[in-house]
């Protein structure tokens, strides 16, 4: 069975670990935002622009991401079905987030509301990248610039900053929780990825009935065995059929 017939297969599971990975994201910025620590360049730029507007900071994430995904038509990127799922559901599920999760005063509560907050994300990205289903939207728009020939550290150094800066301009949070998030993020990620990929699973013995063989015919004659292919005469060599005694 070919790789994508087995991905295939897998299809159910895939999706059930994109969305359990998209859900955990939004959480996980829900969690940030009510830490009050500080967020993400990306989420800097949404609360900046939710609060210039009046729209809710989920709605503006959905807003922003499908503003994103059309900056991949000229980098020529396709995107899968999380790439649109993400656009849709994270905000979503960062809005009823907002709406359960309490904002603590404490700095005692903020600080493991942050850590937690990071980890999580870094777990939920995992999980939807690793289904295999497609790039987030800001994902793919820097994956489409370094394959003009850029350099990544240097592709997403720029768009970060570039967000950030926009983003506290327009009044987003910016503090220890977006330096925490900036120096954790990638170990996190790269740590899990591996882990929480789900890898095409090789057909076992038992997963597929046995090839039918030709039952054996207990009346055929014997068959005799063939006549050995070299002299057995002294001097005649097994390793070499044709030489000479």
């Known amino acids: 069975m070919s790789v994508r017939a087995l991905r295939a297969a897998r299809l159910p599971l895939r999706l059930a670990w994109l969305y359990v990975g998209l859900?955990?994201?939004?959480?996980s910025l829900a969690l940030l935002v009510q830490a009050r620590l500080g967020l993400d360049p990306w989420d800097v730029l949404s609360q900046g622009i939710a609060?210039?507007?009046?729209?809710?900071?989920?709605?503006?994430?959905?807003?922003?991401?499908?503003?994103v995904l059309l900056a991949w038509i000229p980098l020529r990127?396709?995107?899968?079905?999380?790439t649109v799922s993400n656009v849709i559901g994270v905000g979503i599920v960062l809005n009823v987030a907002l709406g359960i999760i309490p904002a603590p005063a404490a700095l005692a509560w903020r600080l493991p509301m942050l850590a937690a907050a990071i980890v999580l994300n870094a777990v939920a990205t995992a999980c939807y990248l690793g289904a295999r289903l497609g790039p987030g939207p800001r994902d793919g728009l820097m994956t489409g610039i370094v394959a003009r020939g850029h350099s990544l550290r240097t592709v997403r150094t720029a768009i970060e900053l570039t967000v950030l800066v926009a983003?506290?301009?327009?009044?987003?949070?910016?503090?220890i929780g977006t330096l925490a998030y900036a120096l954790a993020i990638g170990p996190l990620v790269?740590?899990?990825?591996?882990?929480?990929?789900?890898?095409?699973?090789a057909p076992l013995a038992t997963d597929g009935p046995a090839p039918d063989l030709p039952a054996p015919?207990?009346?055929a004659p014997a068959v005799p065995s063939p006549a050995p292919p070299f002299s057995a005469k002294r001097g005649a060599s097994?390793?070499?059929?044709?030489?000479?005694?």
Request: hydrophobic share 40%; with cysteine; glycine share 18%.
């Open 217 to 219: 015919d207990h009346n």
């Open 238 to 245: 097994p390793c070499h059929p044709c030489s000479s005694a």
């Open 51 to 67: 609060r210039r507007t009046g729209i809710p900071i989920g709605w503006v994430v959905d807003i922003i991401g499908a503003v």
């Open 23 to 27: 859900a955990g994201f939004g959480l």
């Open 77 to 82: 990127q396709r995107p899968g079905a999380g």
């Open 167 to 175: 983003g506290v301009a327009l009044g987003g949070s910016a503090g």
């Open 190 to 201: 790269h740590l899990l990825l591996p882990r929480l990929t789900l890898q095409p699973r």
